[in-house]
């Protein structure tokens, strides 16, 4: 089954890594720090945590401006 090109995921802005932790419970509670000070400044924003380093072992809270908050870029048409 194809999938049409509206039905593709487009790209969003790329993640930000804010800090490296080596503990999840230390990540977690910085993501929700982040997450609270985003709704008071009523900023759009997208929070994770990923593993990273040697094996996984630590992890990243990464963080990006939501996709669907950025404006829509206007395609331009091709002249044949």
Known sequence: ???TEEEQQKPGPAWRTVAI????S???KRK???????VVDEVQMQLKIKRVGD??????VKERIDPSSLPEKKKKKKNK
């Open 1 to 3: 089954m194809k999938e």
């Open 21 to 24: 932790f080596s503990e999840y």
């Open 26 to 28: 230390k990540a977690s």
């Open 32 to 38: 929700e720090e982040l997450r609270e000070s985003y």
């Open 55 to 60: 094996a996984g072992r630590q992890f990243a």
